[in-house]
């Protein structure tokens, strides 16, 4: 039998309260790639417990380059990226050693991420969903800044263990987080749009965030949660308004309003 081999890719920053329990969770694995941002704490140390192969890079802006400097420093047959808050849990795990031990016809596979807010498992709200993460070396590549996409050369299947995913730990965390996010999305939006008439910029900091809120609380069921689905569809909401508010600011400084 011809067992494929597999290539943990993790990127990683000051994440020594987390990177552990990940690391824990793909240990089984042939290679464990960090794309690491001058991390300061003991990130590091941690990292190499596990003998990773360590590749520090500076952020440049924009996630599609670190995600292709991982898979440039990978050399197994297969790749799974996930990122330092997650954990594979055994049902994925499984299935990934089915495909590693068998000949497949895809080139890349979609599974379950398992968000966890704040502590709790968020069935309903649209955030317990696929991703497409575990591909064959040279059959993928990513593309795009801040929600980096795969793109695949060839079939995509699908499985259904789970990654668990751990983003932030308090509302501070993720409020701190998207406020840096933010900027990055708002010159984006300027980047790729150029500079929008008013009623654009006003639809999407007054009427846009409702119908998020109107997606994620009631669409996808985000009230079968309880206070944590209400909480979670507003923080959403928020974030939309907030990178359109900051395009709105970077329009306004540079003199070129317009409607």
Known sequence: MNIKTLTVQIMTKNEEGKIRRCL???????????????????????????????IQHKFNGSFETDCNLGIENATSDWILKIDADEIVADSLRKEIEYILEHDSEYSAFKFRRKNFFLGHFMKYGGWYHYILSFFRRGKAHYKGCIHETLVVDGKIGQLEGDCEHYPFNSLSEFIERHNRYSGIEAKKILDSQGVLDL???????????????????????????????????????WVHFLNWAKYWELVKDSGLEKG
């Open 24 to 54: 824990e969770s793909v240990k089984w694995a042939d290679e464990i790639v960090i794309i690491d941002g001058y991390s300061t704490d003991h990130t590091i140390d941690i990292c190499k417990e596990y003998n990773a192969k360590i």
């Open 199 to 237: 009623k654009v910029i006003m639809y999407n900091l007054k009427i846009k965030p409702l119908k998020r809120f109107w997606k994620f609380y009631v669409k996808k069921q985000g009230f079968r949660e309880g206070i944590y689905g209400f909480i979670f569809s507003v923080l959403f909401a």
